[in-house]
């Protein structure tokens, strides 16, 4: 039990450092904050897992499962660091979903659904991101991957690669 | 080793057994067999887990327990194995769907740089939002009837409750008052 306690104290421990912080002010560079935010959480919770006070617990919380409550911590943070990326902007389908909630019982018809639509809003976003998380850098006028950058595609292309997808949707 | 070590081993291998499980299966069931994709993520997701639960019930088997903390830890190594199936998912859910990594693949494919506004020409919102309105009809998503859209009960509709959820719990604002419509939706349907 305290396996799974531990590690969900710990995850809400940061969540709740995450919210207080964005409702105090919204960081510039919202995905990097958050990875910090987890990652001191993560120092704190591996010291006082560590300690000889966690280590008198009893013969039930062992060093594995001290290890097994990082790992349960370790991956809430990765989902709810690919969760964020929706979160942090709206996608094209949230706002269309929130249009179509909008007009529920009368319904919306399709011209009047990419009316409604702020278009040049999601590209722009997107590419102050890319810009903003150093995916991209401003050359003159021209963008230039980074190195990070490439990385990040080579990963996810080299793995639908591997799985024979190459077409890519919208 | 005593039967504590060998059972707590066992528990911290499970979900990598699972994990690994899973991706090799990915690999066998899209490049062998031919699999749809959609398909084949489900299968070896199920088979790693099938892999990771079999270790955890021998874990438990060998490490007699309380029922309460038989099922804290079984609920902690199936949400740890969960969480490597959601990254693979979203890794490749990513290079179908994500609007930054169209971009840079585009970006990548011109050694010169692209300025902005070619980039915008190139990729632009009404392409986007209609290939995206065309995928949520084909995938029934939302009902038709006629030329109008309504919201339809769907495992979308409630992924954007949680999204407008968190959106709401993070920064406040509007999402409140479309999170209120959601849960009038779901209640009175």
Sequence with gaps: MIVFASGIALFLMAFAVHVLLWRIHVPKRQGRMLAVIFLVVLIVGVGLLLSPAAASIGPDFSLLRRILTILLYCSFCTVYLILFTAIEADSPTLTMIALIFDRRAQGIGREELLRSIDFNSFSRLRLDQLLRDDMVLLDGERLRPTRKGRIVVDIILTYRYLLGRTPMGG | ?189
């Design chain 2, 1 to 189: 080793m005593t039967r504590e070590g060998t059972a707590d081993l066992l528990l911290i291998t499970a979900p990598f057994a699972g994990f690994v499980i899973n991706i090799l299966g990915q690999f066998i069931l899209t490049r062998l067999m031919r699999l749809r994709l959609l398909s084949s993520i489900f299968v070896a997701f199920t088979a790693g887990g099938i892999a990771c639960f079999v270790a955890l019930a021998i874990a438990l088997f060998i490490h007699a327990q309380p029922m309460l903390d038989k099922l804290a830890l079984s609920a902690s190594v199936l949400l740890v194995y969960s969480a490597a199936g959601f990254v693979s998912f979203a890794v490749i859910n990513l290079g179908e769907t994500s609007l930054r990594i169209r971009m840079m693949r585009l970006i990548l494919e011109n050694p010169d740089g692209l300025t902005a506004a070619e980039i915008l020409t190139r990729y632009n919102d009404a392409l986007i939002v209609s290939v995206r309105l065309r995928r949520m009809v084909d995938n029934r998503q939302v009902t038709v009837s006629g030329d109008a859209l309504y919201p339809r009960r769907s495992v979308l509709i409630l992924a954007v409750g949680g999204i407008w959820f968190l959106q709401w719990l993070t920064y406040g604002g509007r999402q409140g008052r479309l999170l209120h419509d959601w849960a009038k939706y779901l209640i009175q349907r």
